[in-house]
């Protein structure tokens, strides 16, 4: 029977699959339930998981006994415990299919880079960073949660954005645009009544995308705030380099997730010009256009044995995105 390689983005509102053969040809995708053990509970996470596979089956024509490997890229994994728990619960969805996992963050750098080596600052929903040498060395820097540290991710933009309407509004702190904006998107007679608002994942958006919209008019408050974004990937892509790669080399920085692919202004402006002023002619800054779903296929695809060419990789890129968007 024809084989086939399975991999998995598991995350907290949603959850990506893409199976590829053995020539490079992603041949299915599906997007389905958050599958995210931090959510569900391990028997929550493989019942969501067992029900996505057999959805990807079913979009491919294909049996489970098909797939010879699957690699997971999970939301949350990020303590030993975590791990440890992760290992049982993938192993019961699959006990006759060999796989591996690590945190989503590591296909993200594994899609970005093709060969893994560089770095990846992700800013979509939430934030996570990697980054890998040529000598295989990794390390990781935050990506955990808000109260741990982290600045990046919608979710904390929209807090930052939503305090500083208040305050600009209570005299806390400088006036902005923010207040007027938000109060008339949501529909608020005060900007006050913003808490009562849910961040849902279509509300955190809208207010990412009024502070985008206050940066570009040049609001003060606005324009802090993008410089703070700006500063705290600065640091986390200083401190990759300082720890994994030689001050001359050369390296990739693989920016992923929903708010660096929209590429909102004057944010990636001010960063990239930034980094090209600091590593010049050494940095290469991608950011891709597919999904880090590819990332997880990658590593199935080299930890079943075969080698990963630029050929197969190219070709699984454009496949993807071919299939994608039809």
Same mark, same amino acid.
């Given at each position: ?9 598991i ?6 699959? +893409? ?7 992603i ?9 995210? &053990?931090?959510?569900?509970? /391990? ?34 994994a990020?303590? +030993?415990?975590?791990?440890?728990l ?30 893994? !080596? ?25 990506g ?5 540290g ?14 500083? +309407? ?20 949501f ?5 006050e ?28 408050v ?7 974004? !700006?500063?705290?990937?600065? &640091?986390? !892509?200083?401190?990759? &380099?300082?720890?994994?790669f030689? /001050? ?10 929903? !708010? ?22 050494r ?17 199935a695809?080299?930890k079943?044995? &075969? ?20």
């Amino acid at each position: 029977m024809k084989q086939y390689l399975l991999g998995v983005d598991i995350g907290n509102t949603k959850t990506q699959y +893409a199976l590829a053969d053995t020539e490079g040809n992603i041949v299915a995708t599906v997007y389905d339930v958050g599958a995210s &053990h931090e959510n569900l509970g /391990p028997d929550g996470a493989g019942a969501a998981i067992t029900e996505g596979i057999g959805k990807v089956l079913n979009a491919a024509g294909i049996k489970l006994e098909q797939i010879k490997y699957i690699y997971y890229g999970a939301a949350g994994a990020d303590t +030993a415990d975590d791990f440890k728990l992760l290992r049982k619960v993938y192993k019961k969805v699959t006990p006759n299919i060999p796989f591996d996992f690590e945190n989503d963050g590591y296909i993200a750098l594994k899609s970005g880079t093709i060969d893994g !080596v560089g770095m990846l600052v992700t800013n979509g929903t939430s934030n996570t960073n990697f980054a890998m040498n040529a000598k295989g060395d990794l390390k990781r820097i935050g990506g955990l949660s808000f109260h741990t540290g982290d600045t990046l991710g919608a979710v904390n933009i929209a807090m930052f954005v939503c305090r500083a +309407a208040i305050r600009g509004e209570d005299g806390r702190a400088c006036p902005t645009v923010i207040s007027r904006l938000i109060t008339g998107a949501f529909c608020l007679k005060e900007v006050e009544d913003i808490k009562n608002v849910p961040l849902f994942p279509e509300n955190i958006q809208k207010v990412v995308e009024i502070f985008f919209e206050a940066a570009r008019m040049g609001d003060g408050v606005a324009l802090e705030i993008t410089w703070m974004l !700006v500063r705290e990937t600065l &640091h986390i !892509v200083d401190e990759f &380099h300082r720890g994994l790669f030689k /001050p001359g080399e050369n390296f990739k920085l693989v920016l992923d997730g929903s !708010v660096f692919k929209q590429k909102y202004q004057p944010f990636m402006n001010m960063l990239e010009l930034c980094l090209n002023q600091k590593y010049k002619n050494r940095i290469k800054i991608v950011v891709p256009e597919w999904d880090p779903v590819l990332g997880a296929v990658f590593h199935a695809y080299e930890k079943s044995g &075969h080698i990963l060419t630029r050929k197969i990789s190219d070709r699984m890129i454009k496949t993807y995105i071919k299939k994608e968007s039809s």
